[in-house]
DNA sequence: TTATAATATAGATCTCTATCTATGTAAGCG
DNA sequence: CGCTTACATAGATAGAGATCTATATTATAA
């Protein structure tokens, strides 16, 4: 699990508008001037945002003449929901990350499952 | 799907220290003065990140005695795993939610599943 | 070539936030 | 009671980030 991958993925998600890009981008690829449409703000700030996303590999994109397209990476979508499942196993071994975790060391936490 | 709530659950997230605090925290409970020994910061900076993860309902709290105890909210693991799979839902409907995608609109988006 | 349309970049500003020190509060102990 | 421990609150500060205006770049069309 990369950790400080992960942490890019949520602050990029962590705005409202660059959350509402990737669930418009959830329907396909869009231009950005078909994305502009459904915000306030102005031309450099999705400008900006989609910077934000591309840089945190969220989202890809490919030139077309004037346009930009923009769409989802597949391996943004596994990767976080990958990462998403393991820091929140539901099962009861512990699952902590930071190799840190004095619950793990001293084996109070209740370890159920001793593949890998 | 709460949208707001969803933001503001990826913004407590988004946050090396607060998300290693999550990753602790899915061992099991913790006290702050145990979460506190893992980091380098100040008391008073734990407390405000525990504050933040309270806020947005991803940590429970009971004291005891002089102790806090910190633990991850089911509810929270829940939700969040949930609203994950919808906004990066894998099939080939269009699962948009913001209302004002033109895809979805129009009908560009295939959509495969009549069911709500 | 000139004009226009789509997008990116530069630089400024203002707000938010992560952190600190200092101090307050509350519980347990001698 | 006074002391210590665990934690919270107040207030200040420095850095990050979201936004804007102005301008540059790139592609197409007249």
Redesign the interface.
Known sequence: MN??K??QM??A????NR??I???L???S?CAC?IL??FDFSQPTLSHHMKVLQTADIVAARKEGKWQHYT?RAEF?AT??QD??R????DQR?????N?????VSG??VITNEET
Chains 1, 2 share one sequence.
């Open positions: 950790y400080q992960y942490v949520l602050k998600m962590a705005d409202p959350l509402k990737i669930d418009l959830s329907c396909g869009l078909d449409e459904h989802l979508i976080f929901k998403t499942a820091l929140l196993a539901s512990c699952v902590c990350h930071t840190a975790c004095q619950e793990c109070k936490a």
